[in-house]
């Protein structure tokens, strides 16, 4: 059983940012459809952004429109909220005054529809000493207006001193067969040593494990992906080779390598000493939603071949534009 909070979540959660981050993001009725066809196939644990869309829409008015809806599924979701950015900066704030400004707004627009269970700052500022940050957001956990403290994007220093400071209840980090890092940086290590759980966003490569895109130019017009170093066309080819050999694996197995690639995810949870890790891959139609949801059941010998082939194969190129790499890992 994998908890947050005390509280039981599926071993896959669902991640919320493409249904109002994006260029044409789906309608209300569909984005509707999508998390109720998460929460109803046990992917309870929601996770999503102030900086999820506008300050007029984000992932906190789709949220309180769905609880509207549905107050009844409300306390069945588990919802962590990534914030404390300068509004329209893309840049951390985690003064005391950042802070407050962004779990208040956040409260506000959720307007008591559903408790905000956990907050997160989307990265850590690297003007404000990681431990005044957390004291800033514990402040609002002592006073029952939220209910935890999550990290997204850190070392494992930074655990290690926010932890200290604040039981943290989960690390949320970029996580999959495309992003092994956590396995090498000891941030899987320190979050299974301090019994923390760990939120894998992007476990199916933003999308490029699953397939779907053999070249650049398969990449949509307005997607932010084709600023990105690893997705390249010098070096789409040579990384292309690592999807090529998820899908013959999918192949054999009879699934998708979507469902190849969540499942590595899922399968490494409680695994060689590491604690319970829990991915949160996004999709916005029923479809991708039911696949993502049941992943591939992986055993010994699967993944000693797909750790044969993570050794032949390492992605060319960083996963972020340069000038966000120097907030990734912090």
């Known amino acids: 059983m994998v908890q947050l909070?005390?509280?039981?979540?599926?071993?896959?959660?669902?991640?919320?940012?493409?249904?109002?981050?994006?260029?044409?993001?789906?309608?209300?009725?569909?984005?509707f459809e999508a998390m109720k066809t998460a929460l109803s196939l046990g992917a309870n644990a929601w996770n999503g952004g102030e900086l999820y869309g506008t300050p007029e829409r984000n992932s906190?008015?789709?949220?309180?429109?769905?609880?509207?809806?549905?107050?009844?599924?409300?306390?069945?979701?588990?919802?962590?909220?990534?914030?404390?950015?300068?509004?329209?900066?893309?840049?951390?704030?985690?003064?005391?005054?950042?802070?407050?400004?962004?779990?208040?707004?956040?409260?506000?627009?959720?307007?008591?529809?559903?408790?905000?269970?956990?907050?997160?700052?989307?990265?850590?500022?690297?003007?404000?000493?990681?431990?005044?940050?957390?004291?800033?957001?514990?402040?609002?956990?002592?006073?029952?207006?939220?209910?935890?403290?999550?990290?997204?994007?850190?070392?494992?220093?930074?655990?290690?001193?926010?932890?200290?400071?604040?039981?943290?209840?989960?690390?949320?980090?970029?996580?999959?067969?495309?992003?092994?890092?956590?396995?090498?940086?000891?941030?899987?290590?320190?979050?299974?040593?301090?019994?923390?759980?760990?939120?894998?966003?992007?476990?199916?490569?933003?999308?490029?494990l699953t397939g779907a895109w053999k070249s650049f130019d398969d990449l949509p017009a307005d997607s932010f992906l084709r600023h990105v170093p690893r997705f390249q066309p010098e070096v789409f080819g040579e990384n292309l080779k690592l999807v090529k050999e998820v899908e013959a694996i999918a192949a054999r197995k009879g699934v998708t390598p979507a469902q190849i690639a969540v499942g590595w995810v899922v399968a490494h949870s409680r695994r060689n000493g590491l604690g319970d890790i829990i991915p949160i891959p996004g999709a916005t139609t029923v479809e991708r939603i039911k696949e993502n949801s049941t992943p591939a059941e992986l055993n010994e010998e699967d993944m000693a071949a797909l750790d044969e082939i993570l050794k032949k194969f390492k992605p060319i190129g960083d996963r972020y534009p340069t000038e966000h790499m120097d907030l990734t890992d912090a």
């Open 5 to 31: 909070l005390g509280k039981e979540v599926g071993k896959v959660g669902y991640g919320l940012m493409g249904l109002t981050w994006r260029a044409n993001p789906p309608s209300k009725e569909q984005a």
């Open 60 to 208: 906190l008015h789709l949220l309180n429109e769905y609880f509207t809806k549905y107050p009844q599924d409300a306390d069945k979701v588990v919802l962590s909220i990534k914030g404390a950015i300068i509004p329209g900066k893309l840049r951390p704030d985690g003064s005391r005054e950042g802070v407050r400004r962004s779990i208040d707004e956040c409260l506000r627009v959720l307007d008591g529809k559903k408790f905000l269970d956990l907050f997160e700052c989307a990265r850590v500022d690297p003007a404000v000493p990681i431990e005044d940050t957390i004291s800033y957001i514990a402040e609002y956990v002592k006073a029952g207006k939220i209910g935890g403290i999550s990290l997204s994007e850190v070392g494992a220093n930074t655990i290690r001193r926010a932890h200290k400071v604040h039981p943290i209840a989960a690390v949320e980090i970029e996580f999959s067969l495309w992003v092994t890092n956590p396995l090498e940086n000891d941030v899987a290590k320190t979050c299974a040593e301090l019994g923390i759980p760990i939120i894998a966003y992007s476990p199916l490569g933003r999308g490029f």
